[in-house]
Each structure stands twice: as structure tokens, then as C-alpha cells.
């Protein structure tokens, strides 16, 4: 069995030990949007996305959280790169920015009243853009119809008139001049389903969520670097013959 020197062994160890996967833990956040459908369980999650580093409340399927609102909630929502879902805020625009890669929105309210999704690619724009989703009659293309899902309220998403506040963390959605519309709109304080039904129950929230494409997180193997007395044999693609690494442990014995 042909040997390879200790050298080739330091560099194909390494490349086995990179091979570990993020986990969205703080030492190994997620580098990809899309890594967050592996998930296995709801939690704050840590992300590293071209340079930009935040963390954020993720729910199982892959739902990173925007920003949540509760009912009390008074003024703008806190721009943040560490959220969760106890304490209202949202996402900084840097953070925002980098949120490119989603492609279904998700809108929903802890009492279970309201939780719809929206695949249009104009809305993860105003996202990314921290921009109003719903301000103006010309933003009905991206929402009315195309927010589907639990609506127990037969809320609205279209606007009949202009609104006076912008900015995602002042106004999410303000159904103007339609009463039976969401008017979201920290701004004023205000966090309705529906505007005609009123405020949303005392403790329960608006959660705003994006989700991207799948992207695989494959485990690396664990390897024991403990010094060992017996031979050890690395081989590739399963043969015995295929490839030998041979080093000295720290304690003289040999591997090979």
C-alpha cells in the first residue's frame, strides 16, 4: 500500500474537519438563508450572510423572522441584528439587505387568526429595500389576492388611498381607506388585522417571515486526533489499495 507523507495527511485532515456544517449556532451561524429549513427545532438562530452578521427567531420550514409586533407595541419597532420573539423589533436595513435569496413571505399573528404566504417577488423587494409593503394603490399588484392562507377575519390587503408613513419599521401594511383592510403601522401605534375589528388581543403578536430555497447542510465525520498505539488506515472511495496516509502520533507510534 503506497504511503503519503505527513504533510498530504495534515492537509486532508484539514479539509475533512472544514466539511463540518453551520448549525446556527454563534461559533457556526448559517451562511445561507436557505440553510435555515434544516432546522429541527423554533428558536433564535445565528446567521453570517456576505459579511453581515445578526441573529434572529427561526421557525421550523425554514420562516426567518423580519420582525414582530406586539399588541402594545408604541412607536417605530427597534432595529436590531439579535432578535427574538419576546421583544418587539426588526431587523436592521443592513440585515435586510441581505435577505435577497427569499422567495416566499410570511405573515402571521399568534392568536392563530391570521397566517398567510406571499410569493410575489415584489414584496421580498420592499423587504430587502426596507420599504412599506403596502402604501400606495399601485402596491395592490403585489399583495390583495396574492397573500393566501389562514384569513379568519377576511382581512384585506389593498389599499383605496395614499399613507403618511414609510419605512418597514414605521408601516408595515396600512390598508388606506378600507375599513375592512390590515393596518399594521407602528408609526400609530397601531397593530390590526382588520381595521374595522380592531387591535389584535392583549399579548398576541405580528410576525413578519421570509423563507428561501433549501440549501443542504451536510455533517462532517467526527474524527479522534487522541494519540493511538494501534495502526489506523485511511482509505478513499472504499478500497483498501485506493489512497494510505502515513505520520508519526505524538506518542512515536506509527499511522499509517
Not at 474537519?17 to 461559533?27: F, V, Y
Request: aromatic residues 8%; hydrophobic residues 40%; glycine residues 10%.
Amino acid at each position: 500500500m503506497r504511503s503519503i507523507g505527513p504533510l498530504l495527511f495534515a492537509f486532508i485532515f484539514g479539509f475533512i474537519t472544514l466539511s463540518n456544517a453551520q448549525n446556527g449556532s454563534a461559533g457556526q451561524p448559517f451562511t445561507s438563508l436557505g440553510q435555515a429549513q434544516n432546522v429541527a427545532s423554533d428558536g433564535v438562530y445565528y446567521f453570517s450572510l456576505s459579511g453581515t452578521n445578526f441573529s434572529t427567531y427561526v421557525r421550523v420550514g425554514g420562516w426567518v423572522q423580519v420582525a414582530i409586533d406586539f399588541e402594545s407595541g408604541v412607536g417605530n419597532l427597534p432595529q436590531s441584528n439579535a432578535l427574538n420573539n419576546t421583544v418587539r423589533g426588526i431587523l436592521t436595513p443592513t440585515a435586510l439587505s441581505k435577505l435577497g435569496s427569499a422567495t416566499v413571505t410570511r405573515l402571521l399573528t399568534s392568536n392563530g387568526q391570521l397566517d398567510v404566504q406571499n410569493s410575489m417577488p415584489g414584496i421580498v423587494t420592499r423587504i430587502v429595500n426596507n420599504q412599506t409593503l403596502l402604501a400606495i394603490p399601485a402596491d395592490n399588484t403585489d399583495n390583495g389576492t396574492n397573500w393566501t392562507g389562514t384569513n379568519t377575519l377576511a382581512t384585506q390587503f389593498t389599499n383605496y388611498g395614499n399613507t403618511t408613513a414609510y419605512g418597514l419599521h414605521s408601516n408595515f401594511f396600512h390598508a388606506g381607506n378600507n375599513g375592512d383592510g390590515i393596518h399594521w403601522i407602528p408609526f400609530f401605534n397601531m397593530q390590526q388585522i382588520k381595521n374595522s375589528a380592531g387591535e389584535i388581543p392583549n399579548g398576541a403578536y405580528f410576525q413578519l417571515l421570509v423563507r428561501a430555497p433549501m440549501v443542504a447542510v451536510v455533517m462532517g465525520p467526527t474524527i479522534n486526533t487522541q494519540p493511538s498505539t494501534t495502526a489506523q488506515n485511511l482509505c478513499i472511495n472504499g478500497t483498501a489499495n485506493a489512497l494510505s496516509v502515513s505520520a508519526a502520533s505524538p506518542n512515536g507510534s506509527t499511522i499509517t
